[in-house]
C-alpha cells in the first residue's frame, strides 16, 4: 500500500515529506493506521547514522500507537478498530529458543527491526513510525489498555520497556533499594515504574536543578554524584542501578553505591563504554550488565501495568512538520521529558 511520512536521505540531511510503498500484508498481518509516533533518541542516532549502520532513504520511528484498519485471513487476536502498539520490532523467526519463551528481542535469527533493518522474507529494508500507516505481524503488536490517554501511550513501546525490563530481570519490588541515573525520556520512566513496583528510588544526577523535578516525579531521594562526601555517605546503599544515560560516560562513582550482589544495569549508551576499575566490583562481588528492549510477552505485562497503576510519560505533543526542530532541541536535552507526534498533522505537513 502507498503511505506518506517524513524521511532523511542521508545523515547531513532533515527530514522531509516522503511518499512510499509498504509491502503488501501477509495472511498474519495487521495494517494500522498510525495515531502517534513517539521521538527516540535512537532516532536521533540512526538519522545521523551516528552508530555507522544507517541505511537511506530512513523513516524512523518505533513507538508507535495506531488504530488497526485491516487484518488478514490468519489473524487471530485482533480486529479492525482496536488500539494497538507496536514498539521496536515487527518481526522475528518465532522459533528459537528465545522466541519460544518471549525473548524476542534476543532472537538467535535476529529480529527484524520496525525501521533501518531488512525484512524477514523479502529483505527489502523496514520504514517505522513518522508515517501514516504501517504493517506489522500480527505476534509483535500489544494491546492498548482502555484506560490509557493514547497520546501520551507511545514512549511506552521503547522508553517504558526499556527501562521496565532490567527492573523485572532484577525483581524489583516493594522493599528494593533502586538508583536511576540521568533523568531524561528513560530515566523519567525507570523512575516512575520502580516506583510503581514498590520500591525506594533515588535519582542520581549531576545536576543539583533535577532535584525538584525528581521529587515531583515521587521519587524519594536525590544525590548529586558531583558531590564527593555524598556519593561516600551513600555507599552499598543500592541493589539496581539503571544507568539511563545515552552517551559515553564513567560508572566509577556509581559503582561503589551498590550493595554487596548489586548490579548497574546500562540501557542508554549503545556503543563503547568507558574504562572501569573493577576493585569496586571484587569488593562487593557487584555486577555490570546491559539490557536493551524486553520481548513482547513483558510489553503487554508492562503495558497492562502502567494501565492498572496509571502510568504514562511526560510528553510535549508536536506536529510533523516540526521534528527536526525536535531533533535540534533533543540534541540539545531541551525536552521535558518525551516528545510525541500527533499524526493527524502528517498529510497537512505533507501538503505544505
Known sequence: MQTMGFACTSADEPLAPFTFDRRAARDNDLVVEILYSGVCHSDLHQARNDWGWSTYPMVPGHEIVGQVIEVGSAVKKYKVGDKVGIGCMVDSCLHCDQCLTGEEQLCRKGNTQTYNSPDRITGENTFGGYAKHIVVREEFAVRVPDTL??????????????????????????????????????????????????????????????EEDARELGATHFLLSTDQDALAAAASSFDLIVDTV??????????????????????????????????NLLMGRRSISASMIGGIRQTQEMMDFCGRMGILPECETIRMHEINEAFDRLERADVHYRFVIDMASLQVASAA
Open 246 to 279: 545515552p552517551v559515553e560516560h564513567g560508572i566509577d562513582d556509581y559503582t561503589p553505591l551498590l550493595d554487596i550482589n548489586g548490579t548497574i544495569c546500562l540501557v542508554g549508551q549503545v556503543g563503547p563504554v568507558s574504562s572501569y576499575n573493577n576493585v
Open 149 to 210: 490517554d493514547l497520546s501520551r501511550v507511545a514512549p511506552l513501546l521503547c522508553a517504558g520497556i526499556t527501562t521496565y525490563a532490567p527492573l523485572r530481570t532484577y525483581n524489583v519490588g516493594p522493599g528494593s533499594r533502586v538508583g536511576v541515573v540521568g533523568m531524561g525520556g528513560l530515566g523519567h520512566m525507570a523512575i516512575k515504574l520502580a516506583i510503581g513496583l514498590g520500591a525506594d528510588v533515588t535519582v542520581i544526577s549531576r545536576s543539583p536543578a533535577k
